[in-house]
């Protein structure tokens, strides 16, 4: 069990017993559930990160067709993982939406990663395309949370893992990421008593192993 201060809470819901979500944003995209059993849960792991990207707005919808002329079929992976937040800021930029000024140009040039310059500078509001990025990123990164767990019913609540999101906590606290997990239609009222949190301490990954691992020995 993570102890409070290892979670931020960007939505407090109603939890009650039931499954949960969890999505992963890192080096890819993964999302796994939490199913209850009316004792206790039990993982099931998915690759649904490498689902099809469901476009929401005109603006996913041109990063749709950006992307599929690049790889064909894109899935949220595409988008919501390292490489993908690359995407996001290539296409913003390459469509015109707003210009890379040369100071940026030229440290992205320099090689290295790329996330490492654009994440702080939209942070800090240095720059409009990289706001931009970061604006897109984490509004697709909350539909794809919610539509997790619509799927899971995930009643115990949503939880957001994985190495990026931590970076960019302010900003999913700002409410563009639960806008865009709640905004399911006629299902709003259930996103919004689903408890959303998001994952602060790195070890969790390694705790969870650990503590499934404990849980086999003492079926031994």
């Not at 970061?134 to 939880?159: C, H, I, Q, R, T």
Request: with cysteine; charged share 20%; net charge neutral.
């Amino acid at each position: 069990m993570l102890s409070p201060t290892s979670l931020l809470t960007l939505q407090p819901g109603k939890a009650r017993p039931g499954n949960i979500a969890l999505i992963a944003a890192g080096t890819g995209l993964g999302e796994a559930l939490l199913i209850w059993d009316g004792e206790g849960h039990r993982v099931i792991p998915s690759e649904g990160g490498h689902a099809d990207f469901a476009p929401r707005t005109a603006l996913e919808i041109d990063l749709l067709r950006f992307l599929t002329r690049e790889f064909g079929r894109v899935s949220y992976e595409r988008i919501l993982s390292g490489p993908g937040f690359f995407n996001v800021y290539r296409f913003l930029r390459d469509t015109g939406r707003a210009p890379e000024p040369a100071w940026l140009g030229e440290k992205l040039q320099a090689g290295g990663d790329p996330n490492a310059v654009i994440g702080p500078a939209a942070l800090q509001g240095r720059d409009a395309l990289c706001a931009a990025t970061l604006d897109l990123f984490v509004s697709v990164y909350g539909a794809e949370a919610g539509n997790l767990a619509l799927k899971a019913l995930s009643v115990g609540g949503v939880y957001i893992g994985g190495g990026i999101a931590p970076k960019f906590r302010a900003k999913l606290a700002d409410g563009r990421f639960i806008a865009a997990f709640r905004a399911k239609g006629r299902f709003e009222a259930l996103m919004d008593a689903m408890p959303v949190h998001l994952v602060l301490d790195s070890r969790t990954a390694l705790l969870g192993a650990a503590r499934v691992a404990q849980s086999l020995v003492e079926l031994l």
